[in-house]
């Protein structure tokens, strides 16, 4: 994970909170952080979201939630349609707030791509991730969240 | 010096224009002084020049009365006239003297006035006129007179005005023996008059006469009317020269007070125009201030005398702070609110000294405590983040020199400081690099891959653990713990092998996550994202060491260990013996030491590769304690009549049947309870009633609780708390137990014992 410090990791979390926060007046809690690498829980819930960076920096940043959270969100934001899509299309909202967050963060050398979302099985992220991505666990209500990092400065 | 020519200069119209009109006051002032001076002498002049006029009617009535009386024979006429003539003739006579050449003479009051010399030719001419009259009269009027003598004429009264008031009572006392006749005189004169009557009608008509006849030299037909008609031209005379005075007068004042106003008036123009040019300066002056406050991105105040913020301050400021800036606030409540306690204190004290005079400011620049400050602080969702300021101190100095205020310039060097902290990294990462290539040369090639081995382990067990969420606070202290113990354990191999820069960033790692478990209560996730950051440079330092083992080693031809000695081959020597010697040896040098140390390690060939490592773990951390608690300094050991070289034994036996003894064994100063129980309370880790209260076997157990240590300060080698309860817990991984002996100032003794039988 070169080149990107723990502030820059903040960013992406804050977002997350923010997201919740302006939803639900109530932020997102950090359980823990750790490196995806060995034998350590994957972090990938029912449905994820991510952004792919490019320009002076690469890698993705993804978000994975389980249904029910998300369910629960949208229950809270007073929306009738809770099916899939619409769980998936909350997912990706959020991968947009951490997206607009980044841009903001990092300034316009950061190329963000459109947030991409899909239902995954709980090993997913250990697979198409870098060794050593930072997971940062994450906390609403009762639910668990990840956010995992993996990024690096490519200039 | 500059400042007053600046002054001057900004002002010069204006003090010109003060210093004309104060000199042409000054002038009006003078003249209108020695106007006033000369109109009291005027007016004592026109004064006595018309009681000239009258004295001389009073004279010839008192010489006409004087004559009926004597052919009357009425003693009582006679004397009340020959009264009146005396104070008419010499009060006459001595007005016109006084007119004549300056003299005291008696006022309207009957007190003595210095009448002046008449000033216009013409006032001397009349005067000069009525002296060729009045000459000759005199000379008959003197018979008739109370004395033959001449008016007083001396210096005393002639000379100088009088001011002192004795000598005004003195001169008051002579004219009115002057111009009064005393007892005595009278009764000669009366004896006089009735001896010779004829004389003294003769005398008197030739007076009468004289003073009825004409004179020559004048055009009236009496003398006694060309005296009352000098008199009164010269009267006239004098009123002119009055009248002149206070036409002058008059001018002056007018010129004066047309000049005052006119320079009012530029004045008021000068300074109107030169106010108004000042405040287009200062409006533009603040436009600019207002306008470098709100760009500038550094925080700038000034700070005055009392430590308060000044009314201005950059718009950043607060921003940068993180906090709400009251103008004219208290600067220290909002340092103190952000900054760690002793850096606050030290900061207090370093502005204490900028403030003051004593030194100067130049010197103490390097003291300045307030460079890259770690700071906690809360972003609007309650998030906290560390972020790093620093604050820089110049004096304000006023026009005469003295400290007014303190500028303050603060910035966010966040970004910086991260900067530096990962070029170290880098240049660790270099370091590393190069250290290994030195291990790879001396041909420990081994034990460099056994390490790093060791080492990946290590940080997966960390990561394992950090991956279990975390609810409760105390559940992230137990896994910090845990943490530490891991490092700290890491640290001591990478010190065994001499890899500094592994065992440096393990010992930042250890005070960090020290500093973390300080203020257990509030440990949150935040921190264990700090933590994974810290366990990801631990990663990206072993792959790289990793990397260059297996890179430099295929390049030398050295193969994978096969994991330490085979079974049943025998050595003189472990070469663990060597890297436990010399680190010993390296903390011995770090803390000014002594000491020879002894190993015997040949029974670890035999142990299992696990048990092998776990007892280097354990003899690193008994040899850390050993060099820092036990071992004392030269001097000390001296004085307590021991070798100045402290001694350092370890040894493994094999007491058959699969059981060991692994011993550490020092002949430093021991473990004393009495000197626990006294560190623990000025730690308050106990309470001193609680100190006493514990048996010293239960004082001396302490030392194998987590976070407890008997230094004052901690350093690389000790002082975290993590080493005795590490040791502990491995050997009760091992299923064995250990025994603690000692006796002050003479041993401690570390004894375990192990079974390699299930």
Known sequence: ?155 | MDSNRSVFSKYRKIIFAVILFMVADAIVIGINFYNTFKADESAVSINLSGRQRMMSQRMTKALLTLGVSMEAGDEDGIKTSLKELTLAVRRFDRTLMGFRDGAMVTGGDDNPVYLTQVGTEKSRQFVAETYVIWKPYMEHLKPLLNSDRDSFSDNYLNATKLEDPARLEDAKKRFQAEENFTDEEFRRKLEYIASNPEQFKEELRAAVAFALEKNPTHSEPQNNRAVLKLMNALTTDLEQVASHRAAILRIVLVVGIVFALINFGYTVIISIRDLMAGDRKLSEARQETIEILATVREGLFLLDKNKKIGTQFSESLPDILRREIVPDSDFLPHLEAIAPRNIYEAAVDYIDLLLGDRVKEALVVSLNPLINVPILVTDPRANTQTRYLSFFFNRVLSDDQQISHLLVTVQDVTDKVVLTQQIEQAKNLAKIEVETLLRLASSDFEALQRFIDNVGKSLAQINEKMSAAHDEARDRLHTLNYIMRIMHGIKGEAAVLGIEALESYAHSCEEELVSMREDEQSLSGDQMLRVAVLLEGFYQRHSSLAQIVARLGNALGKTQPSGGMPDGMTAQKHPFADHIAALAQRIAADHGKQVEVSCQFEKFFSLPKATTKELQDISIQLVRNAMTHGIEMPDERTQHNKPSIGALSLWCEYLGHGQYTFTVRDDGCGIVPDRLRKHFVKKNILTAAEADALSDQEIANRIFQPGVSTVEVADQDSGHGIGLDAVLEKVRGMGGYMLVKSRPNQFTEFNIQFSTVL
């Open chain 1, 1 to 155: 994970m070169k080149g990107i410090n723990e502030k820059d990791i903040y960013t992406f979390v804050d977002a997350v909170s923010a997201f919740f926060f302006q939803v639900t007046e109530e932020k997102v809690e950090i359980k823990t952080a750790y490196l995806l690498e060995g034998d350590v829980p994957s972090a990938t819930f029912d449905l994820t979201s991510y952004i792919t960076l490019s320009g002076d920096f690469s890698g993705r940043i993804y978000f994975s939630a389980p249904r029910s959270m998300l369910t629960h969100l949208l229950l809270l934001m007073g929306e009738q349609i809770r099916d899939n899509d619409r769980l998936l299309d909350t997912a990706g909202e959020i991968a947009n707030t951490i997206s607009g967050n980044a841009r903001r963060h990092f300034g316009e050398t950061m190329e963000i791509s459109v947030p991409t979302t899909q239902a995954t099985d709980p090993d997913w992220l250990k697979t198409v991730v870098s060794p050593q991505s930072y997971v940062i666990l994450v906390k609403w209500k009762q639910y668990r969240a990840s956010v995992v990092v993996d990024i690096q400065r490519t200039a």
